[in-house]
């Protein structure tokens, strides 16, 4: 027991009588996908009865890691040892028979089933006869006592994020894991919602019906709830250590094999400015075809940074995807330099328009297709990389591929690799690569573009929103993250139930209204 902080000294004194969690080891586990050696003899010990992060940059291993424990990928070397043995785990079945059970960085749930039928179809018992009648009372039980309740007749695709990452929780405790490993669980959450999560999370773990392990990026929800830490740099083990031992630094140090000073963001002072983005009561509806968006009315001007905030599901996802050109208004209009806007991919041409959507693997990438085709979505047709109108020119994509590529160090084997292949914060490093490299941008309407990015990530990307508003770029920045709204933005609003019910300049922002406006008091 050597090592364990005090408080989980405590925690197994006083849940000894109950059956705890199995114990965990990842013992020298290597894993390479074909050149890319993604793990190289890494270690991890997760105890019983604790709250453990693994840490590391993008494309680290972290989730290459978890992935082998799951047996979703076969290590080329290394063990997985259950309470002392080595055990072989080949799928997430067998993980399951350990008890060990996974929420993934992407959503797994089925978009046109409901909650319950999801639930159901989550268990490894595979019954040809559902009795919908008693399982239905079961997961109206089980619901009840779960640590927070999603409702259980809605179709998953009409869910916000934060709810589907909810269920993908819930199915977790459903299935009676009692090792649960998260990869970055609170992405699309709110800070309140992730508090609110861990914090329950954290109270299963004290009670000891659970150990979790958790990739995260965010050092506050790591300091706030975790016992322990192992960092990976590069697919190598970096360190380990106790949370109340490390300070923020060390955390970043161990990550990066240096230190590092924070970048500041030099805001320039608002000049004159004229409108880009006009939203005249635009109302739009989600996809049951109920109403998302309910007449909503903003101006976005040149050289300004304007923010919308608001808890998931409350119409800013239908909003981003109007004006993206993925769903159409019902009603209103739009402009953009004064001209009628319907973005249409040659109006976003024409504007210098450019969108970073949420859930970029989904919403703007091709999976199969390579990095440097997805790189190339917006100017494949055009001179250099296309010559007569049509014919591509290859060698003119990868060339410009791998320039983005080393500008917005994406962590790829190489341009031609899927991007599906891609760690999850390397997808979104080129959709932000193609996004906002352009010199012609206009108008950027960006939607979390800081999810599952590491730290160092997301000081580069506010920091390259920010330059681009000081070039006179318009920009609408629609976040869950309240903190990345008060550090970047101009202006804020807030959404509730798809109108706009506050509005304030930043400097003049009251962030206890702004909380109550957004719990849509
Ligand atoms: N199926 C795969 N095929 C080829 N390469 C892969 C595959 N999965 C991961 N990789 C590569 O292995 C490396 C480690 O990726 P991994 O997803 O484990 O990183 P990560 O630490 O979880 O990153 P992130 O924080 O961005 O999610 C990356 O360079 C990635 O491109």
Known sequence: ??????????????????SLPPDLEVVNMTKRFGAMMALDNVSLHLKPGTFHALLGENGAGKSTLVKCV????TPDKGDVLIDKRSRNISSPRDAHKYGIGMVYQHFTSVPAMTVAENLVLSRYDNRNLINWKAEYAHLKAFMQGAPFQVDLDTPVMQLAAGQKQKLEILKQLYLQSRILI????????????????????RNEVQAGNLSVLMISHKFREVMAFVDEVTILRKGKFAGHGLVK?????????????????????DKTALVATTPVLEIKNIHANKDNG??????????????????????????????????????PATQGQIFVNGEIYT???????????????????????????????????????????????????????????????????????????PVGNLSG??????????????????????ANPCYGLDFGAVEYIHTQIVAARNRGVAVLLVSEDLNELLALADRIVVISEGKFVYESAIADADITTIGQCMAGH
């Open 425 to 446: 914060g390397n997808v979104q490093r080129t959709v932000l690569a193609r996004e906002l490299s352009s010199d012609r941008i206009n108008l950027l309407i960006a």
């Open 70 to 73: 799951m047996g979703f990928y």
């Open 1 to 18: 027991m050597t090592g364990l902080t005090d408080s989980v000294i405590q925690n197994q004194q006083s849940i000894n009588q109950v």
């Open 245 to 265: 031992d490390l300070s923020l630094s060390d955390l970043a140090t161990m990550m990066l094999g240096e230190r590092r000073e924070t970048q500041q963001l």
């Open 343 to 417: 973005a249409t991919r040659a109006e976003m041409f024409r504007h210098c328009v450019f969108a970073l959507p949420e859930e970029p693997l989904r919403n703007a990438c091709v999976p199969h297709m390579s990095v440097a085709e997805n790189l190339a979505l917006r100017t494949f047709d055009r001179p250099p990389q296309a010559s007569c109108g049509w014919l591509l020119v290859l060698k003119a994509m990868r060339e410009a591929a791998k320039d983005l590529v080393s500008n917005f160090s994406i962590k790829t084997s190489s341009v031609d690799a």
């Open 290 to 327: 109920l109403t998302a968006v309910n007449g909503v009315n903003l101006t976005v001007h040149s050289g300004e940074i304007v923010g919308i905030a608001g808890v998931s599901g409350n119409g800013q996802r239908e909003l981003v995807e109007v004006l993206a050109g993925q769903r």
């Open 182 to 201: 998260l990869d970055e669980p609170t992405s699309v959450l709110t800070p309140q919602e992730a508090d609110e999560v861990l914090g329950l999370l």
